[in-house]
């Protein structure tokens, strides 16, 4: 089956602060991939996805990029704010929607 | 509304006691999934509806837990039984086509605890 490896947190960083959540997959066929946010107190929501190799996805200055060669998909910002902290987890999908789930990683972000 | 609703948002059981758990998806939506979510965990699939029919039970831990459809709107999860390893978040989730490209819309879950 698909399975998704995430790189360990916590991450604690600094306002205005450059982030890199690396995330990586292995998956059969041609799946899609996503980044998925849970804000505190909130529900999970669609960060942004990508559905071919070499697609970009970006959202609230967020992005990824489906490399098929790596089976990466890891996400940046290039300034990080407060209102970011999170905690974000990546995911693939397979013919039928079904998501896996990578094991989410805490970010927080300090003033 | 909008979005996806769960009810209870908090339930707290006595082990051995059984459980139901509702979801309403978003009107229209075809796809219905569970996940359960343990503390500090990502989502793990539970089972997966399309319309009324159940297409994979395959994450279901245990045969105490059971899903339904019935209308292919609303849909209930049971949990027969309860043990302390059942206690996590449990999670709804509707798209509105099959396929790989449609993303999931999550509801804020059933915290479930087991005492």
């Known amino acids: 089956g698909n399975s998704v490896t995430q790189m360990e947190g916590p991450v604690t960083l600094s306002e205005e602060a450059f982030l890199t959540i690396n995330c990586t997959y292995t998956?059969?066929?041609?799946?899609?991939l996503f980044w998925y946010v849970q804000y505190p107190g909130e529900g999970l929501q669609l960060l942004l996805k990508?559905?071919?190799?070499?697609d970009k996805g970006s959202n609230k200055g967020f992005e990824a990029t489906y490399r098929k060669e790596t089976t990466s998909f890891h996400l940046e910002k290039g300034s990080v704010q407060v209102s970011d902290s999170a905690v974000y987890f990546c995911?693939?999908?397979?013919?039928?929607?079904?998501?896996?789930f990578g094991k989410g990683i805490t970010l927080s972000v300090r003033p | 509304g909008a979005g996806v609703s769960q009810s209870p948002r908090y339930k707290v059981a006595k082990r051995g006691q059984d459980v139901a758990l509702r979801c309403d998806p978003i009107?229209?939506?075809?796809?219905l999934f569970w996940y359960q979510q343990a503390l500090g965990q990502g989502p793990e699939f539970l089972t997966y509806?399309?319309?009324?029919?159940?297409?994979?039970k395959s994450g279901l831990p245990s045969d105490r837990f059971f899903a339904e459809r019935p209308e292919g709107s609303v849909s209930t999860l049971k949990i027969q039984r309860t043990q302390q390893e059942d206690s996590a978040v449990y999670l709804c989730?509707?798209?509105?086509?099959?396929?790989?490209?449609?993303?999931?819309?999550f509801g804020n879950g059933t915290r479930l605890t087991v005492t």
């Open positions: 989730a509707s798209s509105l086509a099959q396929g790989k490209e449609s993303p999931l819309h």
């Open positions: 998956a059969t066929g041609y799946p899609s």
């Open positions: 990508a559905t071919k190799a070499d």
């Open positions: 995911a693939v999908t397979g013919a039928n929607s079904k998501l896996t």
């Open positions: 009107s229209g939506h075809v796809s």
């Open positions: 509806f399309q319309n009324e029919a159940q297409l994979d």
